[in-house]
T-cell receptor
Framework: LAKTTQPISMDSYEGQEVNITCSHN???????ITWYQQFPSQGPRFIIQ???TKVTNEVASLFIPADRKSSTLSLPRVSLSDTAVYYC??????????FGTGTRLAVRP | NAGVTQTPKFQVLKTGQSMTLQCAQD?????MSWYRQDPGMGLRLIHY???????DQGEVPNGYNVSRSTTEDFPLRLLSAAPSQTSVYFC??????????????FGSGTQLSVL
């Protein structure tokens, strides 16, 4: 099971682009990389998932280098409502899916 | 569509009491799991199940029991509550796929205090 490492916290201002990097040095060949967002008093919710290269949806982009030992979640033009904890998960369907401590993002006016 | 439903939302127990946290999903998901979240600890996996009749231990299974008699329900039992089990508990579910890692859907959580 791949262990992930993320920064504990990050600060940003409204309108800026935020990049959160996750390290997963022992990722397995079949593992996917998935990011979740959690607001206070709520369960996490899915943001984006990828296997390699770049994935983009209406919320974020996910950049995965060729060696797949890290990934970067990119949030364009953040707003106050993006203040949350962001988790990086690595695994496959049915795995023992473990979350790390996540990255606490604080967006200031 | 209700998604993942957890009950109760709040519970206070005395040390040594037993209780069951309920989790139900109406999405026909094969995979279900329980996490606990403590301040500064992120989410830790307690138990998980890949289908009815199949359960397995996560990172922190001690003090908790689970069973999966139906696809829809995955209750978490505390047989003798301890103060160390004071936490917020989240249930999650997903499809199972051989081709990808299906996204988890989470319930709204149960806040448990053990005195």
């Amino acid at each position: 099971l791949a262990k992930t490492t993320q920064p504990i916290s990050m600060d940003s201002y409204e309108g800026q682009e935020v990049n959160i990097t996750c390290s997963h040095n022992n990722i397995a060949t079949n593992d996917y990389i998935t990011w979740y967002q959690q607001f206070p008093s709520q369960g996490p919710r899915f943001i984006i998932q990828g296997y390699k290269t770049k994935v983009t949806n209406e919320v974020a982009s996910l950049f995965i280098p060729a060696d797949r030992k890290s990934s970067t979640l990119s949030l364009p033009r953040v707003s106050l409502s993006d203040t949350a904890v962001y988790y990086c998960l690595v695994g496959v369907s049915g795995d023992k899916l473990t979350f790390g401590t996540g990255t606490r993002l604080a967006v200031r006016p | 569509n209700a998604g993942v439903t957890q009950t109760p939302k709040f519970q206070v127990l005395k040390t040594g009491q037993s209780m069951t946290l309920q989790c139900a999903q109406d999405m026909n998901h094969e995979y279900m799991s329980w996490y606990r979240q403590d301040p500064g600890m992120g989410l830790r996996l307690i138990h998980y199940s890949v289908g009815a009749g199949i359960t397995d231990q996560g990172e922190v299974p001690n003090g908790y029991n689970v069973s999966r008699s139906t696809t829809e329900d995955f209750p978490l039992r505390l047989l003798s509550a301890a103060p160390s089990q004071t936490s917020v508990y989240f249930c999650a579910s997903s499809y199972l796929s051989a081709a990808t890692n299906e996204k988890l859907f989470f319930g709204s959580g149960t806040q448990l205090s053990v005195l």
